[in-house]
């Protein structure tokens, strides 16, 4: 290989990841903006349509046309302060919510449901758990286990009757 064909695929390469950097900045430009989005909607409001994905594809298709993005940098006027960090989740706390609120889970649920109730949703192997200690518990009983795109189906038990003696 001589000298010249040597810098003139380092100047390729060199290139090549200048674009890349390019497009992937520019891809976390647009979820940070569909996040910010998200975050400025009021709850239960309708959410803005995905900008977010059409913005990506549209700097794409810019990019694999050989031109290069400007810098983009965010307005300094439209800063917006970025959501609180979730909460810790101490021991037991998921399944004592879910007792809280039992009574408004429908008589056959799924974890949907249960996230629906509690109004966020708890790490899944926490869920999980809680859900297994409940059908251990008796409160509830597993209609079917998932499979494939459906998920496992709880069902409330009945209470046991008291027994005197």
Avoid: C, N
Avoid at 29 to 48: C, D, H, N, S
């Amino acid at each position: 290989m001589r000298h010249e064909e040597y810098e003139r695929r380092r100047r390729a390469l060199e290139a090549q990841f200048r674009e890349d950097l390019e497009l992937l900045r520019a891809g976390y430009q647009a979820k940070l903006r569909a996040l910010e989005m998200l975050w400025l909607v009021p709850p239960g409001e309708a959410l803005p349509p995905a900008v977010a994905v059409s913005e990506t594809l549209r700097l794409s298709a810019t990019l694999d046309s050989s031109e290069t993005l400007p810098e983009t940098t965010p307005p300094q006027s439209e800063t917006v302060t970025p959501p609180e960090p979730p909460k810790e989740i101490r021991r037991g706390q998921v399944r004592e919510e879910i007792e809280a609120a039992f009574a408004e889970l429908p008589e056959e649920f799924d974890r949907r449901d249960v996230i629906r109730v509690l109004g966020y949703e708890p790490p899944r192997a926490t869920l999980f758990r809680a859900l297994q200690q409940l059908v251990v518990d008796k409160w509830i009983s597993v209609v079917w286990y998932s499979t494939g795109r459906s998920s496992t189906r709880y069902a409330k038990l009945p209470e046991p009757a008291e027994e005197t003696v």
